[in-house]
């Protein structure tokens, strides 16, 4: 695939894309993916949209202020004005962004990427040490920070430049932007211009950094957003993924933005915060992971949820037990979905009609998946195997040797174990290095934890194997109790008991352990490989 000619003059990122033959096939089969070759995609969903839609029509929104898609323009033609004139952007030029959801942080992002730069989505989270990594990696110019959290940036990048947000000063970001008029031409960027980088969740220890051109981050809005989504001009979007997460970027600024919806963001919620939030603002359409819906129903709040339209839940496995709960307290189907960091937002989901409780979904338009079996060879339906993916995004990570591993034949190899079944239907097993072999019995972990949560004591829980001597492996179980019961032998007796009632005995958890949390990641997915750190310690100081 020939490249366009790049408008950064900054040649980072195009100098550091894998060699072509290492990348995915890529495929265009709908009009709608028919991009021109120079574009700037926060320009065409930002400026486009107010242009076709109207500029008073509300945009971003926070629990204290609205800015409507005139005043977005404005604000963020500003602030580009101020990162080319004041700092000295130049394009293809990497700016850290670092905060929490609101109005400042998403105007950065469309203006590092209005003004030829490309954003480096970071998680508000994360400490010196993990920032540190990141900074290695994409050599940033410049970061934008908010005000509190500015003390872990300096820490893990001193000397970056860096401009604050939030906190009133007189060079703080909002006062340069009100120096500034409110006119700015995009640069024209080639439509295969990188546009973002996003690092992984660390789900495996090591993060990786995804590279988007500026028509990937419309060809997600293009595809799962326009087809399976399908947004209104009147939604209002809210949910709880940050939007240093690709998740968050998409379901609460790229799709609202291309539909010529608004978007709350909200900081920080607990569930009970999060679904007073969605009444009090008549949010329509939520993303959040599988936890948080079931936290909500556990907080007494499904009447808060009436309003929604749309439910959309990613990030982790959503297992059937939450989905039917959480369908027969308020009506609502929750739309499942699988994405990554690598193809940037969903590429399996179904809504509406086309949803089978437990299932994942079809491929959304535009993409195409496939179950593989050992060799690489297409399993036949019916059979558990490596789940590929081909469309419109795909893999190209940043100088990463894994780029070999995610990309096989053409192919994105999610790391997922999957079924198809006849009817097209995608069916979750486990992340490929979830699967647990226990004296020859394949067992998936996350049909283990779907069997413990169904008990009522049990608010979260994660299965890993842990090594054995005997069986190579058992299957153990990392629970969370609800508040105030003892997890002492007797609940462990009772929930092994509990399992053997609705999977074969030979998948029950064999050893238990109680936490009072789980280890996730910033955005929320459970880090398994940690829990199996733990077992292997364990078992290294045993007697």
Known sequence: MRLSPSAHLDTFCRDRLPPQDQWPEFRFDLPELGYPERLNCAAE????????????????????????????????????????????????????????????????????????????????LLRPREIATIAGLTEPSLAICDHRF???????????????????????LEARCAAKDGDFTAVQTAADDVAMLASTSGTTGQPKVAMHFHRDVLATCDTFSALVLKPHRDDVFTGTPPLGFTYGIGGLLLFPLRAGASTLLIERATPAELADAIAAHGVTVLSTAPTAYRAMLAAGKAPSLTGLRRCVSAGEHLPRSVWEEFRDATGLAILDGIGSTEMLHIFIGSADGDIRPGSTGKAVPGYRARILDPDGNEAPDGQPGRLAVIGPTGCRYLSDERQRVYVQHGWNITG???????????????????????????????????????HPDVVEVAVIGAPDPGRGMIVQAYVVLREGVAGDETMVIALQDFAKKSIAPYKYPRVIEFVAELPKTISGKTQRYRLRQLAEEKLQTAP
Do not use: H
């Open 416 to 454: 997922d174990t999957y079924v198809r079944d006849a009817d097209g239907y995608f069916w979750f097993e486990a992340r490929s290095d979830d699967m647990i072999i226990s004296a020859g019995y394949n067992i998936a972990g996350p049909e283990v934890e779907e069997a413990l949560l169904g």
């Open 45 to 124: 969903l930002l400026d486009a949209t107010a242009a076709r839609y109207g500029q008073d029509r509300p945009c971003l929104l926070s629990a204290t202020e609205t800015w409507s898609y005139g005043e977005t323009v404005r604000r963020t033609n500003q602030l580009a004005r101020v990162l080319t004139e004041d700092f000295g952007l130049r394009p293809g030029n990497r700016v850290l962004l670092r905060g929490p959801n609101n109005p400042w942080l998403a105007a950065s992002w469309l203006a590092v990427v209005k003004a030829g730069g490309v954003a480096v989505t970071t998680m508000a």
């Open 150 to 172: 500015a003390g872990d940036l300096a820490a893990g990048a001193p000397g970056l430049a860096t401009l604050i947000y939030g906190g009133g000063s007189a060079g703080d």
